[in-house]
């Protein structure tokens, strides 16, 4: 795209007046020759720039990371802001954005914002980079703590819509809905013919058989957390993945459900939990922890809640400290129990966060965002 030269098409002396000095004609003569200069070194900076298959070719010399068709610097800028501003994100978290994308150089922010794994590119860098140079905890988990409230908000706006179980990658966990029972199960592989996944087990850790032929509802949750559920049937059996499989008919009618506003990481982490009591009300309520000890592990987990398998009975209102180590940290949470789901002896609790420290929520975070390994 070259710039249009419209400074050279207006007439100046209208903007004159007849008691303009000779210096006042000469600054603004100025400023006019520094625009003009500007527009015509920001097209040869265009032209020069390769784009597409151009770019590919022109070897890793040149290649910067975020993507071809790289825009200069003040461009891309203003891009960024713009497509922040059309997300909702914070004068903060902007600025955020900003160090993201400069540490690791990104020129195609619209690119970008449109692929959840390049966004995690970008923000893994920055969080290694806030963890190695920020200077006490206090101030790294404070910047952690915008690194990730920047990347939650951008959650919800990249793409990523499923439109056909042919789409689906290795490792996703699909929730098998067969009339009273819910068992989750890991994608094995994913070929054009079928879907190939674990055969469901039941709590004592046994294979449940599924005939060929038997209907159910599958729910799948992607990535930038949106949920989706279609209908299948068993086409088969195989264990050559070496563990027996279900193979599962692919559908091409997949039905949006909802969107989480955290994304969620499917799990096997001991916990410990204890029941809290409130008493009192208002600015003389108090919460009591009690000493009794349930133990239990969680499925999966996000920044604003988990599900937990328990054998013991937990009440949906009931409110419960949580209590577990990752990656030798100790995390301790407040949480309230809003639904349960029975499955033969194991109840499924799902809580939601009350209450996580600032320290804990940034390690939450890492953990699913697997910005902690490698």
């Known amino acids: 795209m070259i710039f249009p030269m419209f400074p050279l098409e207006i007439d100046y002396t209208a903007f004159w007046k007849e008691d303009t000095t000779p210096i006042e004609i000469i600054i603004f003569s100025v400023l006019v020759a520094i625009i003009i200069v500007y527009v015509i070194i920001a097209n040869k900076l ?51 954005l900003d160090f993201v994308f400069k540490t690791d150089q990104v020129t195609d922010p619209e690119k970008s914002f449109n692929s959840p794994s390049l966004l995690d590119r970008h923000f893994k860098k920055a969080y290694r980079v806030i963890e190695q140079s920020s200077g006490s905890e206090a101030e790294t988990n404070s910047r952690l703590s915008l690194l990730f409230s920047t990347r939650n ?134 919460l009591i922890v009690d000493k009794r000890r349930l133990t239990g592990n969680i499925a999966d987990i996000s920044v604003g809640g988990c599900s937990i398998k328990i054998k013991a009975p937990i009440q949906v209102g009931a409110k419960l400290k949580i209590e577990f180590n990752h990656d030798n940290s100790n995390i301790a949470a407040l949480g309230q129990v809003l639904r349960t789901n029975r499955t033969g002896i194991v109840t499924v609790i799902h809580i939601k966060f009350l209450k996580v420290t600032r320290k804990s929520m940034n390690i939450i975070n890492a953990f699913v965002y697997e910005y902690d390994n490698g």
């Open 46 to 96: 265009k032209e020069k720039i390769p784009t597409g298959k151009a770019a590919a070719s022109s070897g890793g010399g040149g290649r910067i990371a975020g993507g071809s068709g790289a825009l200069p610097g003040v461009f891309s800028g203003f891009k960024i802001h713009r497509l922040a501003k059309n997300v909702g994100l914070s004068r903060e978290q902007i600025k955020m």
């Open 153 to 286: 908000m951008l959650e919800n706006s990249v793409g990523g819509n499923l439109t056909s179980t042919t789409q689906l990658k290795d490792d996703t966990t699909l929730i098998i809905n067969d009339g009273r029972e819910k068992y989750s199960v890991p994608v094995v592989s994913t070929t054009s013919e079928h879907l190939t996944v674990e055969c469901p087990k039941n709590a004592y850790g046994r294979h449940i058989n599924l005939q060929k032929g038997s209907k159910f509802t599958i729910l799948v949750f992607t990535k930038n957390n949106k949920s989706f559920s279609f209908e299948t049937r068993v086409i088969g059996n195989s264990s050559k993945f070496g563990s027996d499989t279900l193979l599962l008919a692919h559908s091409n009618q997949l039905k949006f459900l909802s969107q989480r506003r955290y994304r969620r990481k499917q799990v096997v982490i001991p916990c410990d939990l204890f029941i809290v009591i409130v008493e009192g009300s208002g600015k003389k309520q108090r």
